[in-house]
């Protein structure tokens, strides 16, 4: 298994844009469902919740909070996966978290998760 970086986060007011990096590295099939999840402040790892994945076949899914609003992507060539943020509104204030591949068991039970990069977002 390899591991992932995140960075980019920071602090926007609402209405901003932030664009979030992930890059992976180690034995990590660039062609394999990678995806963004967030979890908000005094939530539990439980509750971390998937907002963007590029699945294996190339189609990208959004849950219906951020459709519209966020955009996933990503290089091949660069290891790295991309999560363009814009619209921000307080309520996306998390610390968010790549993963690659995208877990095939609950959040809880990943063991893969970087370090995270904080988005916070002002009314």
Not at 53 to 74: A, E
Not at 98 to 117: F, H, I
Request: net charge neutral; glycine share 10%; hydrophobic share 35%.
């Amino acid at each position: 298994q390899g591991q992932v970086m995140e960075s980019g986060g920071g602090s926007v007011k609402a209405g901003g844009s932030l664009t979030l990096s992930c890059v992976w590295s180690g034995n990590i099939d660039s062609k394999a469902c990678m995806g963004w999840f967030r979890q908000a402040p005094q939530a539990q790892l439980k509750e971390r919740e998937g907002v963007a994945f590029i699945q294996s076949d190339g189609m990208l899914v959004y849950p219906d909070s951020v459709k519209g609003r966020f955009t996933v992507s990503k290089d091949v060539a660069l290891n790295t996966l991309y999560l363009q943020m814009n619209s921000l509104k307080p309520e996306d204030t998390a610390m968010y978290y790549c993963a690659a591949p995208c877990p095939s068991v609950p959040v809880s039970e990943y063991n893969y998760w970087g370090q995270g990069t904080q988005v916070t977002v002002s009314s």
